[in-house]
């Protein structure tokens, strides 16, 4: 079992950048990829950065790719994703989630067993 709780979400202007943590407990052994999912209102949930355990792998939705970077810390249990030039279509509830797959399957919703309950980033014009 593995507990996921996200922070760092708040509101920024265009151009801004904010950091996203998620601190993971329990059994995160069994978390071998992390990622980033996002939900903005009256929209489907979808995939933003996921990595594998090392850290050796990354993968980027392409509307984020060069402005985001995700990164872990196994040492601490911590996941992170770092945006800059935020755009006001990134304005969603970000959610990190954790699953047992390989890097094959690290874009998809259902690889993932683990969530935790979001944080809010909201992007002004």
């Known amino acids: 079992q593995v507990q996921l709780v996200e922070s760092g979400g708040g509101l920024v202007q265009a151009g801004g950048s904010l950091r996203l943590t998620c601190a993971a407990s329990g059994h995160t052994f069994s978390t071998n990829v992390m990622g980033w999912f996002r939900r903005a209102p009256g929209k489907e949930r979808e995939f933003v950065a996921g990595i594998n355990r090392s850290g050796s792998f990354t993968k980027y939705t392409d509307s984020v790719q060069g402005r985001f970077t995700i990164s872990r810390d196994n040492a601490k249990n911590m996941l992170y994703l770092q945006m800059s030039s935020l755009k006001p279509e990134d304005t969603a509830v970000y959610y990190c989630?954790?699953?047992?797959?390989?890097?094959?399957?690290?874009?998809?919703?259902?690889?993932?067993?683990?969530w935790g309950q979001g944080t809010q980033v909201t992007v002004s014009s």
């Open positions: 989630g954790g699953g047992a797959g390989s890097v094959a399957v690290i874009t998809e919703e259902y690889a993932y067993f683990y």
